[in-house]
C-alpha cells in the first residue's frame, strides 16, 4: 500500500524554524518527482517546492525562496523540507507529495500521491 506520513510540525515564532519530513512506504521514492504543498486557513492549495530524481536542487515558489530547502533521502525513502526565517504567513497544513512532473514550482494537478498533512503554524 503506497502511503506517505508527514512529522515534524508545530507551533513557531515568526523567524524560527522547523523541519518537516516525510517518510514514504509501499514503495521507493528513488524514481519520483518529490514535492511540498501547503495550503493555509481558507486558501487553496498552493506548490511549494518540487524535486526531480536527479536534481541537486528544489524548483520552489518565489514566497519561500531562500528560506526553504527540500532534500530527499533515496536510501530510506524520505524527504524533508527544512524551513528557516518563518512567518505568519507561511501558516497552514503542508502536504508531502509525488507528482508527475517538476519544471518549476509544483502544481496541485500534477499530484500523484499525496500524505495526510502536518500543520504548520508560525505565530507574530
Known amino acids: 500500500q503506497v502511503q506517505l506520513v508527514e512529522s515534524g510540525g508545530g507551533l513557531v515564532q515568526a523567524g524560527g524554524s522547523l523541519r518537516l519530513s516525510c517518510a514514504a512506504s509501499?514503495?521507493?521514492?528513488?524514481?519520483?518527482?518529490i514535492a511540498w504543498f501547503r495550503q493555509a486557513p481558507g486558501k487553496e492549495r498552493e506548490g511549494v517546492v518540487c524535486?526531480?530524481?536527479?536534481?541537486?536542487?528544489?524548483h520552489y515558489v518565489d514566497s519561500v525562496k531562500g528560506r526553504f530547502t527540500i532534500s530527499r533521502d533515496n536510501a530510506k525513502s524520505t524527504m524533508d523540507l527544512q524551513m528557516n526565517s518563518l512567518k505568519p504567513e507561511d501558516t497552514g497544513v503542508y502536504y508531502c507529495?509525488?507528482?508527475?512532473?517538476?519544471?518549476?514550482?509544483?502544481?496541485?494537478?500534477?499530484?500523484?500521491?499525496w500524505g495526510k498533512g502536518a500543520v504548520v503554524i508560525v505565530s507574530s
Open positions: 509501499g514503495f521507493t521514492i528513488e524514481a519520483y518527482h
Open positions: 524535486m526531480g530524481p536527479s536534481d541537486s536542487s528544489g
Open positions: 507529495a509525488t507528482v508527475r512532473r517538476c519544471a518549476g514550482p509544483p502544481r496541485d494537478l500534477d499530484m500523484d500521491h
